[in-house]
C-alpha cells in the first residue's frame, strides 16, 4: 500500500498552486510550486524485508534533515512495497509513475525486480536511482535513465577477492550464495578476479532463497581453504549459524550483504572473523556519516548498514540533480543528464561520482567482524578507491565477455 509521508504539505502546496493560477502568474512559476514527487520501490515483508525496511528509514533520514525540500521545491514522498517479487515491483512501478506521476523513483532492492521493470522505466523516460545490483543496466542493456549510486552486484566482490587472495593468501575457495541473479554476478566477479590473481574456485554452491536449513549444502564445503557466502537480506544469519554449528571453522569472506553492519546486532559470535567488502561502512570517521548514523539511531534506535545508507545517499544524489537544473525535472533528459554529471565529496559513503554508464565510481572497504566492549563491530582493514565496475579490467573487453551468470565464469578443470 502507497503510503504519503508529506499529504499535507502536498495538498497545500496544490491548493498554492491553484490560488497563483487564479491571478495568472506565468505558467512556469505555477509549475515549480508544485512538490518533487519522489517515489521509493521497497520490500517490506519476506526474506529480503531486513534490507528494504532499512531503504525506507535511509530515505526518510535525509528528507528529513532537509525539512523535506530539495532545491526550494517540497518533496512529496510515497513508498511502496514490491513483496519482493517481479509481478509486484511492476504493478508499484505502474502505480508510481501513472498515478502517483513522481519526478523520479528510488529502489528497487532486488535485481530480478529490477530486471523486470528496466524497459518500463525507459519507455516512461522515468529517472531511477536503484540500489538493486543487475549488472546488465548499466553494462550490455544500459537504461540512459537509470543511475545506480550504491554499487552493482560483482563490485564489491571484485577488492573483496583481491583482498582475499593477496592479504588473506587464500588459494582455494568455495562460493556460496542464493541461486538468482545477484548471487550468479556477486560470485562470478569474485571468481574471476580471485582466479586473476592466482586462486582456484572448487566448487559453486546454489540454495533457494528460502532455505530454512543449509544443511544440505554446508556438507559440500570441501577440498578448500576459504568460503565466500553472498547471502543477502536476512539469509546471511542463518547461513552463519548454520554454518558454525556444522562445525566448519574455514575462514570466509562476503560482500556487500552478507556482513552488513545493520545485521550485526542479530548476529551472535558465529560472524566473529567474518571478512566483508561493503560500500559503506558505520566505522567512517566523517562528519556526514557520525550525523547520518546519529539520526538513524534518535529515529530508529538502529546502526544503519548499506542499504539504509545507500538510498540516504540516492536521495542527496536526486537533491544535487535538481540543484544543478535549478529545481526543474519536468525535461526527463535534461534532470538524468544533470544526475549523472553529480559528483558528491562528502556523503556517508565517502566521495563518489557515476560512470558515463551511470554507475557509482567511489570507495569500497573491506571490513573484520570483531567484537569490542562486548558488541559485534566492522572494523575496516582496508579502503580500496575509486572502485569501478569494471575493476581494473578493460571495459571494451570486459563487456565482450557475458554478464556473470551460474555458469559464466565456466569453473576451471584443470
Avoid at 549488472?135 to 571484485?158: G, K, V, W
Avoid at 544440505?216 to 536476512?234: K, R, T
Avoid at 560500500?279 to 529515529?299: C, E, G, H, Q, V
Wanted: overall charge positive.
Amino acid at each position: 500500500m502507497s503510503r504519503k509521508f508529506t499529504r499535507r504539505k502536498f495538498m497545500a502546496a496544490t491548493a498554492a498552486g491553484a490560488a497563483a493560477a487564479t491571478f495568472k502568474f506565468p505558467a512556469p512559476a505555477i509549475a515549480q510550486a508544485a512538490p518533487f514527487k519522489l517515489g521509493l520501490l521497497t520490500v517490506k515483508t519476506g526474506p529480503l524485508a531486513q534490507g528494504g525496511i532499512q531503504m525506507e528509514q535511509g530515505v526518510v533520514t535525509y528528507l528529513k534533515e532537509k525539512n523535506y525540500t530539495f532545491a526550494g521545491r517540497k518533496v512529496a514522498f510515497i513508498s511502496t512495497d514490491t513483496g519482493g517479487n517481479p509481478a509486484g515491483a511492476k504493478t508499484k512501478a505502474q502505480e508510481l509513475i501513472e498515478r502517483e506521476k513522481v519526478d523520479a523513483i528510488l529502489g528497487p532492492l532486488a535485481a530480478f525486480e529490477l530486471l523486470a521493470i528496466t524497459d518500463y522505466i525507459k519507455e516512461q523516460k522515468t529517472p531511477m536511482l536503484s540500489l538493486a545490483a543487475a549488472e546488465d543496466i548499466t553494462q550490455r542493456r544500459p537504461n540512459p535513465y537509470f543511475l545506480r549510486p550504491a554499487s552493482c552486484s560483482s563490485q564489491a566482490m571484485h577488492p573483496m577477492a583481491d583482498f582475499a587472495a593477496k592479504e588473506l593468501k587464500l588459494k582455494r575457495v568455495v562460493t556460496v550464495s542464493e541461486d538468482f541473479a545477484y548471487g550468479y554476478e556477486q560470485m562470478g566477479g569474485f571468481q574471476q578476479t580471485f582466479e586473476t590473481n592466482g586462486g582456484r574456485i572448487t566448487k559453486k554452491i546454489w540454495a533457494p532463497i528460502v532455505t530454512p536449513d543449509y544443511t544440505p549444502y554446508l556438507v559440500q564445503i570441501q577440498d578448500c581453504d576459504g568460503v565466500c557466502q553472498g547471502f543477502a537480506g536476512s539469509n546471511p544469519l542463518r547461513f552463519m549459524k548454520q554454518y558454525v554449528a556444522a562445525g566448519l571453522k574455514l575462514p570466509v569472506v562476503t560482500g556487500q550483504s552478507g556482513g552488513d553492519d545493520a545485521l550485526l546486532r542479530s548476529y551472535g559470535d558465529e560472524a566473529l572473523g567474518l571478512y566483508s567488502s561493503c560500500p559503506y561502512t558505520l566505522d567512517l570517521a566523517t562528519d556526514s556519516n557520525k550525523r547520518f548514523i546519529a539520526a538513524m539511531n534518535k529515529d530508529y534506535g538502529v546502526d544503519p548498514g548499506q542499504y539504509a545508507a545507500g538510498l540516504y545517499v540516492s536521495a542527496a544524489v536526486v537533491e544535487a540533480g535538481l540543484q544543478k537544473t535549478n529545481g526543474k525535472s519536468d525535461d526527463k533528459e535534461a534532470f538524468v543528464k544533470a544526475l549523472r554529471a553529480v559528483e558528491l565529496k562528502d556523503t556517508p559513503r565517502g566521495p563518489l561520482k557515476f560512470d558515463h554508464l551511470g554507475n557509482v565510481v567511489g570507495n569500497f572497504y573491506v571490513r573484520h567482524c570483531e567484537k569490542a566492549n562486548g558488541k559485534l563491530i566492522n572494523k575496516t582493514v582496508k579502503t580500496y578507491q575509486n572502485v569501478s565496475q569494471f575493476w581494473t579490467y578493460d571495459e571494451k573487453k570486459f563487456l565482450e565477455q557475458p554478464v556473470y551468470s551460474r555458469d559464466f565464469p565456466p569453473l576451471k578443470t584443470s
